[in-house]
């Protein structure tokens, strides 16, 4: 009887919705700069994940400086906060994308209004694959490396990217060229040039090469 009861009462229609549809999945093309281009607006391919260095400090220091007093750290047997020491670790990276190379060269920093407490100020680099800086991509770490950071501290193998002309023998700068047998702290500070500091200089430098020739033929560009 109760089934039948239920048969009897009237029964509820929900409407069927529409199906959504898939957003369109749209290719970025510029015709001026074809490098600028990207397989897909919303996203970003990332090609490789390589691994930065990590900053060390030397032998003369022994212990961080306690946060509750991070001044501290002007003794030269201590170091910055471990906390703070390793958020700028933590904080960087190397990304090679599918047009461009980026990597993040943090830096600990004083609060504002405040000479106690420390954040991380980050120093994020972007090339492109056609910037003419990438012509000339080195391993650049001394041989003294491993007794360098034990005695000095140190950031990691240096991989140096700078724009050569005049046959290798002058280094490009905003005033035109620069002699490459300029001192360095002299050149570093005109010159168009970036240093990467990474776990590995030699790895970094070879899949840089292979990314922006795979992506010059994806384009059909002159290298």
């Known amino acids: 009887n109760r089934l039948a009861m239920y048969a009897q009462q009237p029964q509820t229609v929900y409407a069927q919705q529409p199906a959504q549809q898939a957003p369109q999945i749209i290719p970025h093309r510029v015709e001026h700069r074809p490098i600028m281009n990207r397989i897909d607006t919303r996203y970003l391919v990332v090609k490789r994940n390589l691994t930065p260095g990590q900053n060390e400090p030397s032998c003369w220091a022994c212990c961080h400086a306690p946060e509750s007093c991070p001044c501290c750290r002007l003794f030269p047997c201590c170091t910055k906060p471990e906390k703070i020491f390793n958020q700028v670790n933590d904080s960087k990276y190397i990304t090679l994308y599918e047009n461009r190379i980026e990597w993040n060269d943090p830096i600990a920093v004083d609060k504002e209004c405040s000479c106690a407490q420390f954040r991380v100020k980050d120093n ?3 090339l492109f694959y056609d910037d003419p800086v990438l012509d000339s991509i080195t391993d650049s770490t001394p041989w003294c ?3 360098r950071t034990f005695c000095c ?10 724009q050569t002309c005049c046959c290798g023998c002058c280094l490009r700068c905003p ?3 620069v002699p490459v047998c300029c001192p360095g702290l002299c050149a570093n500070g005109l010159v168009y040039g970036h240093d990467i500091y990474a776990e590995n200089a030699r790895e970094v430098v070879d899949a840089i090469k292979e990314a922006k020739e795979n992506r010059m033929r994806e384009l059909n560009m002159e290298q």
Request: glycine share 22%.
């Open 124 to 126: 994020v680099t972007v």
């Open 145 to 147: 490396h491993s007794c």
């Open 153 to 162: 501290g140190g950031k990691g193998q240096r991989v140096r990217i700078e």
């Open 175 to 177: 005033l035109g060229c």
